[in-house]
């Protein structure tokens, strides 16, 4: 039997470009080259689908310089990838498809929905589960179902932004400062505001209506800032990785504190108040299993002193940069990165049989 020919799709057009290329290098690097054939393919800022030749171009970036196109077809009697060289058009068959893209137009449901269309197997949550995930609104809701504690919300659209200060005085009537202001439908912290007083409320309103025209306002929760890794569906029992704990170097964990400050540091197996870490375990699989996850996610959570437990939000596609908690937290219990990245593989062929 040959090898199996993977799609490795990454970068995007969402504000987590550069942290999909940074998840896709490593992953890259992961993958079963004696078991797979890799053809790997990265969407620039502005969309266009490109074909990448070698590993290295992405991490230098220079794949964005290239100029062959490469692009998914939707047509399921295919099941290819379509080349565009100089004038002529190729088709190559392929296996899988592993979308290493964040946030927007990637983890959303988007690249989900184009890989059912073409009737191709894909790493990770289907098109529901990644599209209720990435919306931040949305996934209090199903959370409240549940009765899983999170924090106290109110969502507000672009349109109440007309009257600013009617807005302003929703918020006021139902939190205490400080607050949380934040677009739903992003990820990595981008655009996500600590608002301490009504001067800063309006800026933080517009800064988050740059990135999406629905946007979640929440009290703030003073506690451990932790997160819990999932894994599995189908034949595979849904699991929970330990937890770890977000030790941030500004005053909270923004984009710049994730991915750039080498004082914000990670820590696995904190020592959490009396069974905390067994429960943000049971939550983050209870939401999985809600949302009807599938291979991987990522759920993130307050502790506080006291001890209680506090949802914050989960991740379909979750980072797999050189300080993600993910991989990270699957190391900690004695499964490396090759393993890992098997492990979610298997599970996407496993769905479409």
């Not at 002529?88 to 899988?96: C, G, N, Q, R, Y």
């Not at 073409?118 to 209090?140: E, F, N, W």
């Not at 990670?266 to 049971?282: I, K, N, S, Y």
């Not at 596609?317 to 190391?331: D, K, N, Q, R």
Request: glycine content about 8%.
């Amino acid at each position: 039997m040959g090898k199996q020919t993977i799609a490795v799709i990454f970068g995007g057009q969402s504000s987590e470009h550069e942290i999909s290329c940074m998840s896709a290098a490593n992953i890259i690097e992961q993958i079963d080259r004696e078991r797979y054939e890799l053809l790997l393919v990265g969407i620039t800022k502005d969309g266009h689908w490109i074909k990448v030749d070698r590993p290295e171009e992405v991490r230098d970036g220079s794949w964005r310089e290239k100029k062959t196109g490469a692009w998914l077809s939707p047509d399921a009697t295919q099941k290819c990838l379509m080349i565009h060289e100089q004038a002529a058009f190729t088709k190559v068959e392929i296996d899988l498809v592993f979308p290493i893209l964040h946030g927007l137009y990637g983890e959303d449901g988007t690249i989900q929905g184009l890989c059912e269309l073409a009737g191709i197997p894909y790493v990770g949550c289907g098109v529901a589960a990644s599209a209720v995930a990435m919306d931040k609104g949305l996934t209090k809701l199903v959370v409240q179902s549940l009765g899983i504690d999170q924090a106290s919300f109110l969502l507000v659209t672009e349109i109440d932004l007309v009257d600013m200060v009617a807005v302003m005085n929703r918020v006021e009537d139902r939190f205490s400062y400080p607050v949380f202001v934040k677009p739903c439908n992003a990820g990595s912290s981008c655009g996500v505001t600590k608002v301490r007083d009504r001067d800063e409320l309006a800026e933080a309103f517009r800064e988050a209506a740059r990135y999406d025209r629905r946007i979640l306002v929440e009290e703030a929760i003073t506690g451990h800032e932790v997160e819990c890794a999932v894994l599995g569906g189908g034949r595979m029992p849904v699991q929970a990785s330990g937890v770890g704990e977000i030790l941030a170097a500004a005053d909270f964990y923004d984009y710049e504190a994730k991915y750039f400050n080498t004082e914000s540091r990670t820590m696995t197996d904190p020592p959490l108040p009396g069974d905390a870490a067994e429960r943000v375990r049971d939550a983050a699989i209870r939401i999985f299993r809600a949302i009807d996850g599938y291979g991987l996610a990522r759920a993130d959570f307050f502790v506080t002193d006291s001890g209680r437990v506090v949802f914050n939000e989960i991740n379909t596609m979750p980072g797999f940069t050189a300080i993600s908690m993910y991989p990270v937290l699957w190391e900690a219990r004695g499964k490396d990165k090759r393993t890992l990245i098997q492990e979610l593989i298997t599970l996407a062929f496993e769905r479409a049989h």
